[in-house]
């Protein structure tokens, strides 16, 4: 009988989420009663008013660290705009920066360091477990490419603290991105409009979100828990876990974007998208402008470029790829093999632009072998990603050519093929514009209309029903990105 | 209508259910108790700084929020009919329905769970019954996922590696396979266990490895109530109530029966029919979980004892026994601890009968 760790999603606690019952039905219906009352002038304080409320409920003792990041990136932000000395400039980004790379070393990496400088050096001794508070990766990136933005002249400093409190604190983006840069929603954070189509649209989005957060994700995340307590090890198993686990961190992901950005343009926002089909990709560089787009832009704007981008010699440039990779890893979580995961994809895109490249400018070619490829190296990182450690990852990965399986196919691999056949066939269905076209298309075969409102409105409302039917009837409700 | 208004028309009807659905939670009267599934329902947290510091008031709040969701039940209704519906998911809450019984999929073996249960027989063997020449019996009662999982592909645990597990751990007990005699009839169709009205066999089995005459005449009483057991709940989905029936004679009616709980004693019935309309309806047999009941029959046909270990199944089954045993003791090690026994029990060579269900061993933890 083979068993594994449970799943680190596994650990995560219950906490407000869009995809809960108390933000659902209790936060979300009172804050935006209020808001489309509230006057224009008041609207800011009171996104900051429920979002420190939306965080404290969830992480009510590092809320004043939240604050204390607000206050310092506000006051960083000031100071830089007033100063016009170029080295006291310098010197003020390079402090500001230092400073947050400080406070996400201590709350996200102090516990990783320790434990390997212990095992290198064979020391003894125990450090107090440093708590990881909730979205610190997300809204201490934010922080630092406000003021950096600043410092480039990009954007002008914000002088009311509330409109810096609210880009920072906004409860849809705050703990689960999309990363939104200040100058993308300066405008909109002074002044911005709101529209019942807007409210619409971004209501939709907000369902489409929480339904495949709830019925998808949480259903494939259940499929994956079943591999970690499995009594079989066969080889079909390790492939349905490889292919859930792939299918839920992007169902999971992505649909906390859509509710995100959704509940976002309810309140007259405009974030950027951060999902593009990412399995549709036809090579991984592709992959890596279609997966958690916020993260690479802003790694490319705030990291790559400084460090030379593409336009240095060929060594620097694989230098600048695997600095960049290597914090992207690192970045997502405080492990080695989120380290090896973000140098697996640096092989892949150096391999890439050297091998597929003509002249370095143009990709592979289109055929079906590429999406292959993609899907499956792509598979195989993720593999890597929820894995506890290497060795696990590693058992895992030779496990899909049954290197340690007793069995091709078993008994209870079959069940649970069965069990989550129809979500993996929804899920597949999603994972490209295919099974939207398909609707639409049906849509317009049956009405002869391109888009039918009260279809829509029967939609919505049916989906938020089922949706909240599932959140009542259980608690596995976990969400992957909360460690980031 | 123009579009514009049409989407208006959608927000407003979207926000109206979701202010519609706290404004019921407020002023909705809040249950203590599901009789669905059989628990208690979340209290309102405790409002402090310290709770909120931690974390632990959101939490409680959501759970609060969720055991007393108005029309609960008709949403897990809905889930469960999305669920086998449209995913073709087949089983609900860990229970798939076949051939009108709802069933557990029990799986796999928990190896450390029964390792856990054996260790548990074998000290109250070493402790209590060795040295006083006890002649033992040991016999599992298979569940209803034994009937019907292979038909159906359902998952379920290898029951010959559990019975022979146990037949080989246990060596200083006589096994007794009661899947010789058990069919899927025998057991109700909404919950875990059997039906009495079909346990003689059972009873004349196990009477004639124990030598112990069960034979008797019974008289089989009726419930008018229909009966929900426990998987009704958790199903979701709605199901049909079933009959309840019980055995019993002049012989059951005179025997008297009391429970020891601590120092305290208490009088008792076979048969409490008014529990049946309780939290839990099997409850009308022996008064449903007990750690220690005394059952005494001055009209024995001998002098013999019984001392049977036991889970909620034989509270059903030890009925039958009675007619010649002059007095059966009752333990269950789920709510008293086993090394304690004989500060309540005297052991003294009695017959000795461990009477166990496949769930529970596999679940052993809970034995103490």
Known sequence: MKRSLPRKASFLEVKMVFSGIPFLYFFMPIFFLLYYLCPKSGKNSLIVLFSFLFYGWQEGRFLLLMMGIIVIGYSFGIFLEKSQNIFLRKVLITAAVTLYLFILGYFKYSNFFWENLKNIFSLEGKIAAVVLPVGISFYIFQMMSYNIDVYRKNCRAQKNIITVAAYISMFPQLIAGPIVRYKDIEQQLISRKHSINQTYVGMRRFIMGISKKILLANQLGECCSMFSQRGESSVLFYWIYAVAFMLQIYYDFSAYSDMAIGLAKMMGFELMENFNYPYTSKSITEFWRRWHISLGTWFRDYLYIPLGGNRVSFIKWIRNIFVVWFCTGFWHGASWNFIFWGLYFALFLIMEKVLFSKNGKKERKKDMLSHVYVLFFVMISFILFDAQNLKAAADNIVGLVGIGCDLIVGKESLFYLRQYGMVFIFSLLGISSFGKNIVKKGIFLLTGKKQVIELEMAGMIGLLLISSAYLVDGSFNPFLYFRF | ?368
């Open chain 2, 1 to 368: 209508m123009k579009e514009r208004k049409k989407q208006g028309l959608a927000v407003i009807l979207i926000f109206i259910l979701l202010f519609s659905i706290p404004l019921l939670f407020l002023f909705t009267k809040k249950e203590e108790y599901s009789t669905s599934e059989r628990r208690v329902l979340k209290e309102l947290p405790k409002l402090s700084f310290t709770t909120i510091k931690k974390g632990e008031f959101g939490r409680d709040m959501e759970e609060y929020f969720l055991d007393h969701f108005p029309f609960r039940e008709g949403f897990r209704t809905l889930k469960a009919a999305v669920s086998t519906g449209i995913f073709g998911t087949k089983t609900e809450n860990g229970l798939y329905e076949k051939e009108g019984y709802l069933v557990k999929m029990e799986y796999p073996i928990h190896q450390e769970m029964i390792e856990y249960a054996v260790n548990k027989f074998e000290n109250i063997y070493e402790s209590f019954l060795k040295e006083k020449g006890s002649q033992c019996y040991f016999a599992i009662i298979p569940d209803k996922n034994y009937f019907l999982a292979d038909k159906y592909n359902m998952l379920s645990i290898d029951y010959e590696e559990f019975y022979r597990f146990f037949q080989e751990e246990i060596s200083w007990a006589e096994h007794i396979d009661l899947r010789e005699v058990l069919t899927l009839e025998d057991y109700y169709k909404t919950d875990t266990h059997w039906r009495q009205e079909r346990l003689e066999k059972v009873a004349f089995l196990l009477g004639e490895k124990m030598g112990a005459d069960t034979k008797a005449v019974y008289k089989k009483k009726k419930i008018e109530m229909p009966f929900y057991g426990v998987y009704a709940g958790q199903w979701s989905l709605p199901v049909e109530g079933e009959t309840m029936y019980y055995l019993t004679n002049s012989v059951i009616e005179d025997c008297k029966v009391t429970s020891i709980e601590g120092k305290k004693n208490r009088e008792q019935k076979i048969y409490h029919e008014e529990k049946f309309t309780g939290k839990d309806p099997y409850d009308l047999f022996l008064s449903g979980p007990q750690a220690i009941q005394i059952i005494e029959n001055s009209r024995a046909t001998s002098k013999k004892e019984l001392i049977v270990f036991r889970d909620s199944f034989a509270s059903s089954l030890i009925p039958l026994f009675v007619k010649d045993y002059a007095k059966i003791t009752l333990l269950d090690i789920r709510y008293v601890q086993s090394n304690i026994l004989d500060h309540y029990v005297e052991f003294k060579g009695q017959d000795i009968l461990f009477l166990y269900s496949s769930f529970i061993l596999n679940q052993a933890k809970a034995l103490r």
